[in-house]
């Protein structure tokens, strides 16, 4: 089988544009996209391909062109068969369903990418295991995010805004990191770097505290404007900054207890999107890439909240107090969030026991992923 296929499984924001630039770099993909959500899919094929655009709402975008999948399917067992490779660029919530169903269909030797990880990888495993395929030999891998930002902004058709400098991310066991990036690093257009473990690529999740923080902080701004703003621009504000700044200190602080080398995500935007700001005020109202996204979510329901509250907050959460750590500002985004949307995320988000970790102890923490 050739080292340059990948199966693409589902067909949102990132799906699709992963698809788009994997097949535009001359890699042979098979976009998966499932029964009743492959709208996009009959589009590509009346339309012949993916577009991104060269410009949106006066603005210059990146990568613009066409291209087309090799393969589109709504089969997972297709999807399995194309390539020992297959990526999830998919939301953190549609992770475990969509494994079960591909579980039947996989064969030892199969890597499964995970953008974002978010954990992911660690509740995967436990999954296989509980469902009869542990003898089934399973490379995971969690990035710390999607190489783009990026936006559908009509069927087939893409606007991507920019694109990271380079990936960290990191496999489970933790011992594959290195022999797992490599296979990777032909498929995807960008420098993969390693991170120590699934844990690091969970914590090092850029999404953190920009999202949820500025979401809850603006929240009748969002409802009653209808998104129509600059979300990272009009929703940071000197106090917001200082807020963002104090929650990310409590998962640095996360981070040290756990023996982790975390960045500040001042640090790590920087370095990813090749800036240098000084503050995560300027970094909001100033960046290129974020100051082209002329929109903003409506509501509490937004991924910013319901996909990054439970999968990121609540992991970083109870991380915190497994090693004894008081984090009163991520405790606040935990009840507002929850107030929001009637939804108790500590116990409803990604916890220690669905990553299959509930009776580890902080010393031995970091073997459990090998």
Not at 280 to 301: F, M, Y
Not at 323 to 350: V, W
Request: some cysteine; aromatic content about 6%; glycine content about 8%.
């Amino acid at each position: 089988m050739s080292s340059l296929r990948v199966s693409v499984l589902g067909a949102g924001n990132a799906g699709l544009t992963a698809a788009y630039h994997l097949s535009r770099e001359g890699v042979e993909v098979c976009l998966y996209g499932a029964p009743g959500f492959d709208q996009q899919l009959a589009v590509i094929e009346e339309l012949g391909g993916i577009t991104a655009l060269p410009a949106l709402d006066g603005e210059a975008l990146q990568l613009a062109g066409h291209a087309s999948p090799h393969t589109l399917t709504r089969s997972l067992a297709e999807a399995a068969a194309f390539a020992d490779i297959l990526l999830l660029p998919v939301p953190s919530f549609a992770q475990e369903a969509l494994f079960l169903a591909l579980l039947p269909h996989l064969r030892s030797g199969q890597l499964i990418c995970l953008m974002p990880g978010n954990y992911g990888s660690l509740v995967l495993r436990r999954l296989q295991r509980e469902h009869g395929y542990a003898a089934l030999d399973l490379t995971f891998v969690d990035c710390i995010s999607i190489p783009w930002a990026t936006r559908i902004v009509a069927p087939a058709q893409l606007a991507i805004f920019g694109i990271k400098r380079h990936l960290p991310a990191a496999a489970l066991p933790a011992s594959r990191t290195a022999e797992a990036l490599a296979r990777l690093q032909p498929l995807l257009p960008l420098p993969l770097t390693p991170l120590g473990n699934v844990l690091e690529a969970g914590l090092e999740n850029i999404n953190f505290g920009g999202h949820p923080l500025l979401t809850i902080c603006s929240m009748g701004l969002l409802e009653n404007s209808a998104g129509r703003f600059s979300f990272y621009r009009d929703c940071c504000s000197p106090g917001v900054a200082r807020a963002a700044e104090q929650l990310d200190a409590e998962r640095l602080q996360v981070g040290r207890a756990l023996g982790l080398t975390l960045r500040s995500e001042l640090a790590a935007m920087n370095d990813l999107y090749g800036t240098q700001f000084d503050s995560v005020l300027a970094l909001n109202r100033q960046s290129d890439t974020h100051s082209k996204l002329h929109s903003a979510p409506e509501g509490p329901q937004s991924r910013y909240i319901s996909e990054d509250v439970p999968y990121l907050l609540v992991p970083c959460h109870e991380l915190a107090r497994l090693c004894g750590l008081a984090t009163p500002i991520l405790d606040a985004c935990l009840n507002l969030a929850g107030a929001f949307n009637q939804t108790d995320y500590r116990r409803h988000g990604r916890t220690l026991a669905s990553m299959g970790l509930a009776s580890t102890a902080p010393d031995a923490l970091l073997a459990a992923l090998d």
